[in-house]
């Protein structure tokens, strides 16, 4: 068939017509590299992490209405925006014209860290205001299911748009998060909190938003002078007002072509695909008859995955998106019919519409799919998929099947030949893993799914790893029919049990024409264990979770319909009230936040620089899409794309590398490996014990064996996979247990002692041994690593990289082309988040991208995919603690023993460092009078670990709370006091002999539990645990103290050059490297304190190794107080010089002074170099001081756990850091924020599966589930400690990048805390071990119940586990 072979769709108000599209594109790549529009983003490529969205708006001739919905670019092929019009991120709004509310909104309320997530957010935000021009913050929430941002915590994108919203706070000081209200008093009344027409209830003021904590007040604390307190880190007020009649419009040109012209068949080619959009059912039945074995679309959800990552090929794809026959929406007299393209968005509204119509009792099925929808995927995929997709894909773990085989709907089928017939979605409609009864040459036109009726109640279950967002772990659809008590018609059908749903059959024929009664609940449940029984190494794994989720989805149904049975029979007895907590569902009501942090000093004030929550200086151009990433930039004039050959064993020796397939395609250029290497090919950012392109013996997965080098990304990615290796298999080592066991280890372990613990043990009243395991975890910063290797004169290269370590990534380039440091250079403007992961791992990349633009004499460009990034890159160490710790009767502890094995990887990195960082931080904030913690390093076959927020601290603090927590529960005193009796005091000596100084800990830790109100929520939460079974509550209050310097004493210097020109602007240089963290900002600000001047007239263009040499990475919170220093000194050599023009002419402008040098000749560029000054630590004497000074902060979260799916929600967190004083308040609550959120994720949620044979099961965010907008407390108070300069550190600030991470441990423990009442209501008494991360699945095994008493694990040895934990 014949059709129209152009594409025609606007962009941000421009029309593109192109007659020759390739159809294989998305429209994130036709975006990017034919329009660049660079502002979208590539996270992921999979739908996963949002930085993709754009709006895509489409005309309906018919209704005359314009839709608007939010898309993931990555995903969408570019072939679907025909005649339709996408904005992206530049089209409404940019630096120079103006920014658009959304983007100033985000900006100005400190949302934007790195930046990388941004443009995505500000879109998914814009659409939804362009639909509704005054959402409620759930609406907001919603918006943000289908984006990630791995920085900031979410909470200021959050308070940012709240802005938008109708009642947003026009009186009070609404911190309280609702409308109006105050901070003080938590009341949600809206307005007028002191009886007045606004202000707040503790002041009388009438000021909108004005907040009596934001007087100057002068507040007393013993020794400590605190000046005025603010809660105020942005100004509403100064917004510009949100006006939706300014907005763009649909292109009018589009809606006079819809309205004049029929749409057309259209069709699409290149030399591999086809790709045909049929606007008519018979069309739609040709096309599939010409091409028998094409693949239908809609979404493209599915298959668009199905092509990146498992390299299916599809040549012919037919888009049933605009057949009319598929779109159909209706209700008839039995129940609904719906089309087989209608998207989950469109059948959401509509069904949310038929509730609003109908009776009840006929939509429970319907009431049952629009909960599961709220929790299937993001809205940007949504908007997308359609519900025929979903069936047909026949996923196990579908959220829709389930409901609707339990619903007992039917399907309507139309073959080619134009026979049409109905199929049941019964027993027989799935045949097999993604099969199904549907013929090759039939067409899925509708779905019908029947009402229910006034006796039949519907109930669907679904659990996840993470609540928005995620695909199944098991799912589940109950329908019940009762004639009186009895079941009269019965379904019960389950996702995650098999490789299809299934229908419990058993049961269902089972409980017909029984009573519903507890007889019934524990026949049908022992009924159920049978059927769904699955074997231990069941593929997906998890098996006894899985089957207690079955019964406790039952139990929770059960409960639901003998309620709503009850009224109307008294046959039945009502449930005990505390079972009732079975069915409430763990609901999350609005978030709300606080912000404390002290003013600056008035005579600090004459501009906004020390102490002022500025705005991250790169945010505008971050929120515009116009801040250059590395895969940003423009290409140089014949760049080349490489993509790199990874090994595909854990271990094993190459026999033969055969690249002549690849070489063979069109564009590709060359293949590289070690051979091409013409330098040392062996590297290593510590010891030298890795290649750079592996020779002989692979080591893990993901290692690089070689490279293509080609014309395009695409062309090079895809030969990369046609280089074939084989390999002769050795056995792998992937866990802690595997490597102890086999005595693996890359070094002799590292052992610290003081005191006599053998003396300790005899002096104790008990002595307890215990065990604990702290997973790994994911970067996951949204940019991957990306590097671009340009050739230059003498061979010498320029590295563009995404690295937080451009020394060393000029070093080991060098290294390996044998040149001289002085012809390497590496430039970093900025990168898209690091959190460690780009410390060293980054350098590898770097090397073998240098080695390719060498050997080809033209600029290379490489960026990871998110797969690739995840499964090469490495991750924070794995843990296993295994501890002896004798204490008294009363809680005192007097000795403890600690081996820590850490998960290294193939090879050292930085696990040494981070082993000590580990031993240095085993006593968290306790003080231990005789002590010997050993660190052991296994080597394992998997990607080499590295850096990573805390870099081993938080494993070391996990260990001491785990055994102090075990020390309270075996004394059985409270967890408060254990903590308060053992804590350090000041001029305490810790165990490595270091005294401690200034030690606020104590401040933070009252602080806290007193803004918190312990002591009374505690009191409330054993009478809530009281009087609910199903549902328990936990406090948890942790203090932390982390200790700042490199412990390798030589890196804690630094270097910084300060550039005046002749107009008195400021050009500043020096070693970090901005990722976020907004050190740029930070150090603008000390610049522009020291020279006096206003931080606009300073400015910072990028971190380069030509103007800083010999630099430390941006590591270790570590890096404003060195370069600030540097900073700060080189601006202290420029002033010395301007003294004689200052002193002649005090009043002159700095201007004058400026000029005024440089008539005179005098030199108006400096450098400074700062090193830290005392510190340096000897291992085998114990003496020395490792750290300059200590991080403190104390932090009480509470949360509540549904017992028998172990969900979770964090109810509250309160904490309070000790940053000294704040350079940037903004700044610095962002850093403490964003690392609680990392770190909640760390110890609840994320978690990575490898099979035993060591591949990475969990690559991409579909799989590897960090914090989402929905997962941050719903009321999260930050305050920073007031009156606490520190003396050792740039003007009196602390370092703050890494120590609030492990704040976030206090959700672990508070789980554990519900879990422990959960299980003291099972009648089990006494210390539990319990792993970290508390994942849904730990939880609900650990609430041990008559349900998981059914499966018990069983034996290791006796079975193959389909993964294991590292
Ligand atoms: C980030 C992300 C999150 C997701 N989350 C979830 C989730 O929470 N729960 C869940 O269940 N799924 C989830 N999915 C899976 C997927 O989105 C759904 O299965 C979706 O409904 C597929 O719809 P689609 O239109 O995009 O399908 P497509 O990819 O377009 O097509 C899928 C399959 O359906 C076939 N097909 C489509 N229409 C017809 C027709 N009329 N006749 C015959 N065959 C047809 C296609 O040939 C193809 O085989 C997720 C996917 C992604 C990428
Ligand atoms: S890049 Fe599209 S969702 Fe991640
Ligand atoms: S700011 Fe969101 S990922 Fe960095």
């Known amino acids: 068939m014949e059709g129209n072979t152009q594409l025609i769709f606007f962009c941000n108000g421009k029309k593109i017509v192109d007659d020759n599209v390739d159809p294989e594109m998305t429209l994130l790549t036709y975006l990017r590299i034919r329009l660049r529009l660079t502002g979208s983003k590539l996270g992921c490529g999979e739908g996963g992490c949002g930085a993709c969205t754009v709006m895509v708006s489409s005309y309906n001739p018919i209704t ?476 997906g794994g998890m098996a006894e979770y899985r089957q207690s989720l079955v019964l406790s989805f039952f139990f929770k149904f059960h409960q639901y319909v003998s309620q709503h049975i009850i009224p109307t029979n008294n046959h039945i007895i009502p449930p005990v009230l505390s079972e009732t907590s079975a069915t409430s569902s763990i609901s999350r009501p609005e978030a709300k936040s606080t912000q404390m942090f002290q003013e600056t000093h008035d005579d600090q004030a004459t501009f906004e620089n020390v102490g002022h929550p500025i705005v991250h200086k790169s945010a505008y151009k971050q929120v515009t899409g116009e801040a250059i990433y590395i895969d940003d930039m423009l290409p140089f004039k014949n760049e080349l794309h490489m993509a790199l050959v990874y090994s595909t064993k854990a271990h094993a020796k190459i026999i033969s590398v055969d690249p002549s397939e690849a070489l063979l395609m069109d564009g590709v250029c060359t293949y590289i490996d070690h051979r091409d290497v013409p330098g040392s090919n062996i590297t290593g950012p510590v010891l030298q014990d890795e290649e750079v392109f592996v020779t002989e013996l692979v080591t893990c997965v993901g290692q690089i064996i070689g490279a293509i080098v080609a014309d395009t990304q695409y062309i090079a990615q895809r030969a990369a996979k046609k280089v074939h290796i084989e390999y002769k298999e050795l056995v792998p080592i992937i866990t802690i247990e595997d490597a102890i066991d086999k005595q693996s280890f890359l070094a002799e372990p590292k052992s610290i002692t003081n005191g006599s613990i053998t003396k300790g043990f005899d002096q104790s009243d008990h002595v307890f041994e215990g065990e604990m395991r702290m997973g790994e975890q994911e970067h996951f910063y949204l940019e991957t690593n990306a590097c671009v290797v340009v050739p230059g004169e003498d061979q010498g290269i320029e590295i563009f990289s995404s690295t937080q370590n451009p020394s060393l990534t000029q070093w080991l380039a060098a290294n390996v082309l044998g040149l ?340 005179d000749r005098v030199s108006l560029s400096a450098t400074g170099f700062y090193m830290t000054p005392d510190i340096g630590y000897d291992w085998d004497t114990n003496t020395g001081t490792p750290f300059n000074y200590f991080t403190f902060g104390a932090a009480v979260s509470e949360v509540e756990i549904d017992c028998l799916t172990g969900d979770h929600v964090v109810l509250r967190t309160d904490i309070v850091m000790d940053v000294g004083d704040s350079i940037n308040p903004a700044i610095d609550i962002g850093q403490i924020e964003g690392g609680f959120i990392q770190g909640y994720g760390l110890f609840t949620l994320e978690e990575h599966r490898w099979s035993p044979s060591g591949q990475l099961l969990t690559k991409g965010p579909g799989f590897y589930k960090i914090p989402g907008f929905t997962d941050i407390p719903v009321e999260f108070n930050v305050s920073l400690l007031a009156g606490v300069p520190n003396k050792r550190a740039v003007c009196s600030s602390k370092a703050i990048g890494e120590p609030p991470l492990f704040l976030a441990s206090s959700v672990f423990y508070a789980i554990k805390e519900a879990v422990c009442s959960a299980r003291q209501h099972a009648g089990i008494e006494g210390v539990f071990r319990m792993d970290s991360p508390a994942t849904a699945e730990r939880i609900r095994m650990a609430c041990a119940d008559r349900i998981t008493e059914k499966f018990p694990s069983a034996e290791p040895g006796t079975f193959k586990p389909f993964f294991v934990r590292a």
């Open 64 to 539: 005359k209405q314009i839709r608007h919905m939010s898309v993931n670019a990555c995903l969408a092929p570019i072939c679907s925006v025909h005649m339709m019009a996408v904005t992206t991120v530049e089209g409404i709004g940019n630096t120079k014209d103006g920014l658009h509310p959304v983007q100033e909104r985000i900006a100005k309320a400190h949302g934007s860290q790195c930046g990388f997530c941004t443009p995505g957010i500000v879109m998914s935000m814009y659409t939804l205001l362009r639909n509704n021009h005054q959402p409620t913050m759930t609406d907001i929430e919603d918006t943000f299911q289908g984006n990630l941002c791995r920085c900031t915590g979410y909470r200021p994108i959050l308070e940012g748009y709240r802005t938008f919203t109708k009642d947003t706070p026009t009186a009070g000081c609404g911190m309280n998060g609702t409308a109006g209200g105050c901070c003080q008093n938590g009341s949600s009344q809206p307005r007028s909190m002191n009886g007045t027409t606004g202000g707040c209830c503790q002041n009388g003021s009438s000021q909108p938003r004005g907040c009596c904590k934001d007087l100057k007040i002068e507040q007393n604390d013993d020794d400590h002078k605190i000046k005025g307190i603010s809660s105020t880190l942005f100004k509403p007020g100064t917004f510009k007002p949100y006006d939706p009649t300014m907005e763009i419009i649909f292109p009018p040109e589009l809606i006079l072509t819809l309205e004049k012209v029929e749409p057309t068949f259209l069709k699409f080619t290149n030399e591999r695909q086809t790709w045909l959009r049929p606007v008519s059912l018979k069309q739609l039945l040709e096309s599939k008859s010409q091409y028998p074995d094409s693949k239908l679309i809609v979404g493209n959800t599915e298959v668009g995955i199905e092509m990146k990552f498992k390299r299916m090929e599809y040549p012919v794809i037919i888009s049933c998106s605009d057949v009319p026959e598929l779109n159909t929406l209706l209700a008839d007299n039995n129940g609904i019919v719906i089309g087989s393209s209608v998207t989950l968005s469109t059948l959401a509204h509509f069904l949310k519409q038929q509730l609003k119509k109908l009776p009840e009792y006929k939509c429970r099925t319907f009431a049952a799919i629009i909960e599961m929808l709220h929790w299937f995927a993001g809205n940007q995929i949504r908007n997308v998929a359609a519900i025929g997709g979903n069936i047909i894909t026949g996923s196990p773990i579908s959220d829709l099947n389930p409901i609707l085989m339990a619903a007992k709907s039917t399907l309507t089928v139309i073959s080619t030949e134009g026979n049409s017939r109905q199929l049941c979605m019964d027993k027989n409609f799935f045949t097999g893993y993604r099969k199904n009864a549907i013929l090759p040459n039939e067409v899925l036109v509708s779905i019908h799914v029947p009402f229910t009726e006034e006796t039949e109640y519907f109930m669907a279950y679904k659990q996840a790893h993470r609540r928005d967002d995620d695909i199944a772990i098991v799912n589940a659809a109950f329908r019940v029919k009762m004639a009186s008590s009895v079941v009269e018609d019965c379904s019960m059908a389950f996702g995650g049990m098999a490789p299809t749903t299934k229908l419990a059959l058993q049961a269902m024929k089972f409980i017909r024409k029984r009573n519903w009664d507890n007889l019934l609940l524990e026949d049908v449940s022992s009924q159920l264990a049978d059927e769904m029984y699955l074997p231990p190494g069941v593929p």
């Open 820 to 1159: 001289q440091n002085h012809v390497v250079s590496c430039r970093v403007k900025r990168i898209g988040g690091g959190f460690g992961g780009k410390e060293t791992r980054s350098l590898l990349l770097s090397s073998a991208v240098a080695v390719a633009a060498n050997k080809v004499g033209q600029p290379v460009r490489c960026v990871l995919d998110r797969d690739e990034d995840m499964a090469s890159m490495g991750t924070r160490h794995a843990f296993l603690g295994r501890y002896k710790v004798g204490f008294t009767n009363d809680g005192k502890i007097q000795a403890l023993d600690i081996d820590m094995y850490s998960n290294c990887g193939n090879s050292m990195d930085l696990s040494f460092s981070v082993m000590e960082r580990a031993l240095f931080h085993m006593d968290n904030t306790y003080k231990i009078p005789n002590i010997k913690g050993t660190g052991y390093l296994c080597k394992t076959n998997i990607p080499s670990n590295t850096a990573f927020r805390g870099f081993g601290g938080p494993q070391g603090m996990m260990i001491a709370e785990n055994w102090i927590s075990d020390i309270a529960r075996l004394c059985s005193i409270s967890q408060r006091k254990v903590r308060e009796i053992n804590m350090y005091n000041e001029e305490d000596i810790t165990f490595f002999n270091q005294k401690l100084v200034d030690f606020n800990l104590k401040r933070c830790w009252n602080e806290c539990l007193e803004n918190s109100d312990y002591e009374n929520r505690r009191k409330e939460i054993e009478h809530y645990n009281k009087t609910n079974r199903w549902k328990k509550r936990g406090i948890f209050a942790i203090p932390t103290k982390f200790g700042i310097a490199f412990t390798a004493t030589f890196m804690n210097q630094s270097g910084a050059l300060v550039l005046v020109y002749k107009d008195g602007s400021v050009l500043l240089t020096h070693g970090g490297v901005e990722m976020g963290q907004g050190l740029h900002t930070k150090m603008i600000q000390v610049a522009s304190q020291t020279l006096g001047i206003p931080t606009q007239k300073i400015y910072i263009n990028e971190t380069s190794t030509a103007t800083v040499p010999n630099t430390s990475p941006s590591a270790a919170s570590a890096t404003s107080d060195l370069n600030g220093m540097a900073i700060k000194n080189a601006c202290k050599t420029i002033l010395d010089r301007l003294k004689p023009y200052v002193t002649e002419k005090p009043k002159a402008s700095w201007e004058d002074w400026i000029k005024a040098a440089y008539f």
